[in-house]
Structures are given as structure tokens and as C-alpha cells.
């Protein structure tokens, strides 16, 4: 119905028009991406017929941005890093290329934390990204130039990698969906940093959209052959999945209590389910998942099968350069002389002080394997988990400082595995987005993101912000 090239043009316009105040596109293609639309709309005019060419480019001509920690060809690939500011990718990252062979547009990539290990997308190579619902809000982190790139209407999918809940939590503050697959079925090759040692078991490419549809349609792309191990062919009765509710995570010192428009919105959607399903939504109170922040660091830190160490976070802030300490960069940071974030020296220090007990680090990661096997037995075959997304609605800038470990309610899910999917639910009083997470046992993906489409119908999905 409309020309590609036309597509693009609004894209781009939107863009040039709302970057200014959010800054999370850092690096465009505006250039090549248009050249790239002109071929597809002369590909279409060759074409000997449309089934065709959505089988073999099932995403031709839609526009994508890409969070910089992934390698876009000729863009840079810093991870907000000052010592990289100069490195530009020379090559894809393997779900870059994959999307681009389906058809798919890159308009540029987006901001990110330093090294993506923080979640508020700030750094001192592109500075801060700001919420499209209120610009002194965060658009959260690492994939937060992505969050906020897709709810302010500049892109229709977005790359994001999570660890910890870098997709989710961006697609939480800002009202857009985020899938984090199930562990090991799309590849994380050519990010930076990349995953090693047991890492590589937490860390998670996936997609992240406006539209719920999006989710398994580039979930395949981004799978390649390994979508095999994932069930998106099965046809899913939302009648007979079996529904588990909890609120909270039973009352972690080191968390904020979840905010009462979460929990209302969470008890809207239990309500739905049983009136409009006639499920019966079944409440649960899973006692190790207050301890998420600590099992997350402990497995996070620990060593792999191979007896690997897991890398150190001061190795990576040096990127092959001289070493970094944490505290000397902490005094140089309170006169205004370092090129680091204060999250990524806390982090720095925090590291350190993760390896003075190992005997308790043990006994976490022992507990957070059996909290696998609960929730594998919990969940089974059909069984879908609803869990807050985030403690808050998007706080405002900094103050994750005074929160740090709020990012738990996320990142649990990474060392257990599972595939989660945020999904919006409306705007609070405040008019930021609220939103939940939907967690099913591994490889049914299936599952989850049949509920997002369901939630999407019945709660309105993405509301466009109203400022811009």
C-alpha cells in the first residue's frame, strides 16, 4: 500500500524530530537505509509475486534500530566505553545479519549503560537517554536507548541483550514489549561485551517491539535454525494454561517494595484471566526468590563447568588497556577525572567484595540451582508465572543509585533460564507505563508470548506518549 522508501522517510523524519530530546539513537545510517529502500521497493516492482518474497524476506523493508553493544556494520560498537570511543564495527553481529537477510532496515544504533552492566542507559561517550513519558525519567538499562527509541514511535524493532533484565526493564519503563528467550536458542555473538564462562548460560539476545505480534515473528529470524528447540508452531489454548501468581518477591532487604499501581494492575490482569478465561489464576509464594539479588551475583561470579572464572568486570572496563581500580577511579570520579560511570566503579568495587566469601557464594548457587528445579516443576508444560517487572514505574535520573539491587526482579530469571516476556499494561496516574512479566518453563516461549497477544487486546498494549 505505501512505498518503502516513504516508510523509511516518516521513520527517519521521527527521529530527527524526537532525538533531540531523548537521545537514544547515538549513530544513524539514514543515508544507506533510504538506498536500501529504494532496492526494495524495485524488488517489489520485479517481483513475480508477494508469497514469495515474504517466505524469504519475511521482514523486507521494515525499519529496526540496534542497541551499540551489537556490531551494525560502519557503526560504532563502544558499549559506552571511553577507551573505544574509535572502534566501528567491520562486520555484523550474527541476529544483525540474520534480520538484515530477512529483509529488515537498519536505521542506526541506540544508547546503552557502560558496558551494559547498569540500568540506567548513561555513559560518557553519548551521555544520558531520556523516558519518552517524562524526560527526567530513565529509560532504564542496558537496552535503554532501545526502550526508548520504540515507545517514541522512531523504530518498529529493536536488538536488545539481556543478563540481568536489560530488555526487559527498557521495555517495562517504556511501555513496549520484550522478550527474553529461553537460554541458548538465538546467538550472542558480536556484542561487547560478550558473555564468557558460565555467563554464557545468563546472557540473552531477544527482540523488542511495539506490537506483540513482532515478538515471534522475529524471534524466529533471530533464532535461525535454532528456533527448532522452541515450540512457536503449537497452537496455544489460553483456556488451558495453568496460571501462577505472585506479587512480590516475599520482602528482600535489598529491594524496594513494589509499588501499589503494579500490584493493581497485576490484580486486573488475574481478574481478566479468570473472567473473561475462566482459569483459575493459582497464588504462589516461592521462598528463595527473595534471595534473587544475592543468587543472581553469586552465579553470576561463579566458576564454569570447565572450571573457568567468570571475567572480571575491572578486566572489561580496561578493554585490553591498563588495568582499572575501582577505588583510585572512585577518588578520581569525586574531582570530576574519571572516564567511568559511578555505577560501573561501584560495580568495580562490589566485584571485589563478592570474592572475600566464597563458603556463602557456594551455598547461593547451590540454592539458586534448586530454585531452577522448583520453578521447572511449578511451571511444566503449561503453566505461565506473573510477576512484577520492576519494583517502580521508571524512576528518575540517578536515582538507581539509591536502588541498585531493584533490577532483581529481572535478573532471577537469567540464571534460572526461563523465558520471560514484559508486557505493558497501560500508563500509571503519573502517566508512565506499567507492565508484567510473563514466565514460562524452558523452550515454551510459546507460551508466553500467546498470553502477551491475549494482554495486548485486553489491556490496549502500547499507549503513544503524549508530550512528543
Known amino acids: 500500500?505505501?512505498?518503502?522508501?516513504?516508510?523509511?522517510?516518516?521513520?527517519?523524519?521521527?527521529?530527527?524530530?524526537?532525538?533531540?530530546?531523548?537521545?537514544?539513537?547515538?549513530?544513524?545510517?539514514?543515508?544507506?537505509?533510504?538506498?536500501?529502500?529504494?532496492?526494495?521497493?524495485?524488488?517489489?516492482?520485479?517481483?513475480?509475486?508477494?508469497?514469495?518474497?515474504?517466505?524469504?524476506?519475511?521482514?523486507?523493508?521494515?525499519?529496526?534500530?540496534?542497541?551499540?553493544?551489537?556490531?551494525?556494520?560502519?557503526?560504532?560498537?563502544?558499549?559506552?566505553l571511553v577507551n573505544r570511543r574509535n572502534v566501528v564495527a567491520t562486520s555484523d553481529a550474527t541476529v544483525v545479519s540474520r534480520l538484515k537477510q530477512a529483509g529488515a532496515i537498519p536505521l542506526g544504533v541506540t544508547n546503552c549503560s557502560e558496558l551494559c552492566m547498569w540500568y540506567e542507559s548513561s555513559n560518557r561517550v553519548y551521555g544520558r537517554t531520556n523516558n519518552p513519558y517524562d524526560l527526567q525519567r530513565i529509560v532504564g538499562g542496558s537496552s535503554g536507548g532501545e526502550g526508548g527509541v520504540l515507545a517514541a514511535a522512531c523504530s518498529v524493532i529493536g536488538v536488545g541483550s539481556d543478563i540481568g533484565g536489560s530488555i526487559r526493564m527498557p521495555a517495562f519503563f517504556n511501555g513496549v514489549f520484550g522478550h527474553k528467550p529461553t537460554t541458548g536458542v538465538v546467538p550472542n555473538d558480536g556484542q561487547f561485551p560478550n558473555a564468557r564462562g558460565v555467563r554464557t548460560s545468563y546472557l540473552c539476545t531477544g527482540p523488542m517491539c511495539r506490537y506483540a505480534e513482532d515478538l515471534e515473528l522475529v524471534l524466529r529470524v533471530m533464532a535461525g535454525p535454532g528456533v527448532n528447540k522452541l515450540k512457536l508452531n503449537e497452537k496455544v489454548s489460553l483456556e488451558k494454561i495453568k496460571f501462577h501468581c505472585m506479587d512480590h518477591d516475599g520482602g528482600s532487604v535489598f529491594v524496594s517494595p513494589v509499588d501499589k499501581e503494579i500490584l493493581q494492575a497485576q490484580k486486573k490482569v488475574?481478574?481478566?484471566?479468570?473472567?473473561?478465561?475462566?482459569?483459575?489464576?493459582?497464588?504462589?509464594?516461592?521462598?528463595?526468590?527473595?534471595?534473587?539479588?544475592?543468587?543472581?551475583?553469586?552465579?553470576?561470579?561463579?566458576?564454569?563447568?570447565?572450571?573457568?572464572?567468570?571475567?572480571?568486570?575491572?578486566?572489561?572496563?580496561?578493554?585490553?588497556?591498563?588495568?582499572?581500580?575501582?577505588?583510585?577511579?572512585?577518588?578520581?570520579?569525586?574531582?570530576?577525572?574519571?572516564?567511568?560511570?559511578?555505577p560501573a566503579i561501584a560495580l568495580g568495587l562490589t566485584e571485589k567484595l563478592m570474592k572475600l566469601?566464597?563458603?556463602?557464594?557456594?551455598?547461593?548457587?547451590?540454592?539458586?540451582?534448586?530454585?531452577?528445579?522448583?520453578?521447572?516443576?511449578?511451571?511444566?508444560?503449561?503453566?505461565?508465572?506473573?510477576?512484577?517487572?520492576?519494583?517502580?514505574?521508571?524512576?528518575?535520573?540517578?536515582?538507581?543509585?539509591?536502588?541498585?539491587?531493584?533490577?532483581?526482579?529481572?535478573?532471577?530469571?537469567?540464571?534460572?533460564?526461563?523465558?520471560?516476556t514484559q508486557c505493558p499494561l497501560g500508563l500509571s496516574s503519573e502517566g508512565l507505563p506499567l507492565g508484567i512479566q510473563l514466565v514460562a518453563a524452558s523452550y515454551n516461549d510459546h507460551l508466553t508470548l500467546a498470553v502477551a497477544r491475549y494482554l495486548e487486546k485486553a489491556f490496549g498494549g502500547w499507549v503513544i506518549p503524549g508530550k512528543l
Open 270 to 342: 488475574v481478574e481478566n484471566l479468570e473472567g473473561e478465561l475462566g482459569v483459575q489464576v493459582q497464588r504462589v509464594a516461592i521462598h528463595k526468590m527473595k534471595y534473587s539479588f544475592q543468587i543472581w551475583s553469586a552465579m553470576m561470579s561463579s566458576m564454569d563447568s570447565n572450571g573457568q572464572e567468570a571475567q572480571l568486570f575491572t578486566d572489561l572496563l580496561g578493554d585490553h588497556g591498563k588495568p582499572v581500580w575501582p577505588l583510585w577511579e572512585l577518588m578520581k570520579w569525586l574531582v570530576g577525572m574519571s572516564s567511568h560511570t559511578l
Open 1 to 80: 500500500q505505501v512505498m518503502c522508501v516513504e516508510v523509511v522517510e516518516a521513520y527517519v523524519e521521527r527521529i530527527k524530530e524526537v532525538n533531540p530530546l531523548i537521545n537514544a539513537v547515538v549513530k544513524d545510517r539514514f543515508e544507506e537505509a533510504l538506498q536500501e529502500a529504494r532496492q526494495v521497493d524495485k524488488l517489489l516492482s520485479e517481483s513475480p509475486g508477494d508469497d514469495y518474497l515474504e517466505e524469504k524476506f519475511p521482514l523486507l523493508g521494515v525499519p529496526i534500530t540496534v542497541k551499540e553493544a551489537f556490531s551494525l556494520h560502519g557503526m560504532p560498537n563502544t558499549s559506552g
Open 357 to 420: 566469601n566464597p563458603g556463602a557464594n557456594a551455598k547461593l548457587v547451590s540454592m539458586g540451582k534448586s530454585l531452577q528445579e522448583e520453578m521447572e516443576a511449578l511451571l511444566g508444560p503449561d503453566g505461565v508465572l506473573l510477576y512484577p517487572s520492576h519494583p517502580t514505574v521508571a524512576p528518575r535520573h540517578h536515582s538507581p543509585i539509591c536502588t541498585p539491587f531493584n533490577f532483581a526482579y529481572t535478573a532471577i530469571f537469567n540464571v534460572l533460564g526461563l523465558p520471560v
